[in-house]
């Protein structure tokens, strides 16, 4: 007999009758024999709702007590799915993050996981339960209550699965698995049914939603296979695992497009040495999380340095490049919000050349723009503007042939394929 993790998100527990579906799904596993541990989110817009409610007592409140506040959106969640688990006359019980041993650091609203002792899940599974754990929440060694960021309870899913041994941590959310691009963007889209983690890391990485990141580097971390499907459906979604020889690796996996970052310029600083390590001297001061950074050729003594920051940092970002620019005598610094970074990702760019030239090609062909550019071993990022994120995803995908069985790599005069 064996054990599995299930996970529902906000949507699929967003109504009574949806929970009602979802306990149905739950007690069909049981009853297959496998022993089931449930990981359920805040119902539908829940946390948003609470974060709202905040904001009109105080815009900046108090992290510890935002934690108090967010973690009891998953606490109702617990509560009602066991409840529709006792009414189709199966046994469940529910528990707090904090109850079943999520241990984690002190980082409030975004705590990392240290331990997880599941000593009560495993007790409580002996005694035939199904159990149902609250997603996203978890303590401090000294017993505060920590949220683990937004989309959490998908680490805190993965997270359970590896404290158990669980056979596999089935992810239900409301797509049917992880796709080359999003579906609404790219109607011909194809699902991925198989992908490694280092590729879906870097598609978490880079804007497709539908895995949390640190969910997938806890799974990387800790060998925990990921199905990630639809709860409206049966069919299967796509197996997250550790890369094996015959698996079947695409070239390029997907596309992805992440609206969320902001870039900022810094105008007219002096050139000279230092300057760059005092602007993110001060960027990292203030906790404004860095990425993409690129400075423009001097001239005339000054240069200008850009560089993007999730958007949710702006607040701290700005007063730091106030300071940058009384400190090195800038001369503004102004904040482009509008921007997408669009990525292409695939394990096979390691060995294919002319992917990147591929890339720009189609953009240009598209009419985009590119504003930054940075690469990883298996990624190519390109910034543009919003305006032209859909357009630049569609080129993309149709360049490379996303939606057949067979990638596009153009090749290129005078270079062979592959290798
Ligand atoms: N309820 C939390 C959120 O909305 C955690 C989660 O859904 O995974 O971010
Ligand atoms: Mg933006």
């Not at 041994?165 to 011909?188: F, L």
């Not at 197996?239 to 810094?266: N, P, W």
């Not at 390691?350 to 953009?363: D, N």
């Not at 723009?369 to 298996?378: A, G």
Request: a negative charge; aromatic letters at 4%.
């Amino acid at each position: 007999m064996g054990i599995i993790v299930q996970k529902y998100g906000g949507t699929s527990v967003g109504t009574p009758e949806r929970m009602r579906v979802v306990a149905d799904r739950i007690v069909k596993a049981a009853d297959r024999g496998d022993r089931v541990v449930v990981v359920v989110s805040a119902m539908g817009d829940f946390t948003d709702d609470l974060i709202e409610l905040a904001a009109q007592i105080d815009p900046e409140p108090p992290e510890r007590e935002m934690d108090m506040l967010l973690a009891t959106g998953e606490q109702v969640s617990i509560a009602l799915l066991a409840m529709a688990i006792h009414a189709t006359g199966y046994r469940a019980i529910s528990f707090t993050g904090p109850q079943v041993g999520i241990m984690t650091d002190h980082g409030h609203t975004k705590a990392k996981i240290l331990e997880v002792r599941a000593d009560r899940v495993r007790a409580a599974l002996e005694d035939g339960q199904i159990v149902i754990v609250a997603g996203f929440q978890g303590m401090t060694p000294d017993g505060q209550i920590t949220t683990l960021g937004r989309g959490g309870s998908d680490t805190t899913a993965v997270a359970i699965a590896a404290g158990v041994g669980a056979d596999v941590c089935e992810i239900y959310t409301d797509v049917d698995g992880v796709y080359t691009a999003d579906p609404r963007v790219v109607p011909d889209a194809r699902k991925i049914d198989e992908i490694s983690y280092e590729a879906m890391l870097e598609l978490a990485a880079n804007g497709a939603g539908v895995l949390n990141l640190r969910a997938v580097e806890f799974a990387r971390n800790h060998g925990v296979v990921i199905h990630c499907r639809s709860s409206f459906t049966d069919i299967p979604g796509t197996i997250v695992r550790e890369a094996y020889d015959s698996m079947e690796q695409a070239i390029i996996s997907g596309v992805t497009c992440d609206s969320s970052e902001a870039k900022v310029t810094i105008r007219d600083v002096p050139d000279h040495p230092g300057v760059a390590a005092a602007v993110f001297t001060r960027m990292a001061e203030s906790n404004v999380n860095v990425d993409m950074i690129i400075q423009n050729i001097s001239e005339a003594g000054t240069t200008d340095i850009s560089f993007t920051v999730p958007e949710t940092d702006l607040v701290r970002a700005r007063r730091a490049a106030d300071a940058v620019v009384q400190e090195l005598g800038a001369r503004e610094w102004v904040v482009d919000e509008s921007i997408a970074k669009i990525s292409l990702i695939g394990a096979g760019m390691k060995t294919h050349p002319g992917v990147a030239a591929q890339m720009f090609r189609a953009l240009s062909d598209a009419g985009v723009n590119i504003d930054l550019i940075s690469t990883s071993t298996i990624r190519v990022t390109c910034v543009v503007s919003g305006d032209d994120a859909a357009t630049a995803v569609r080129a993309l995908h149709a360049s490379f042939g996303l939606s057949e069985d067979e990638i596009t790599i153009e090749s290129i005069p005078g270079c062979g394929e592959g290798e």
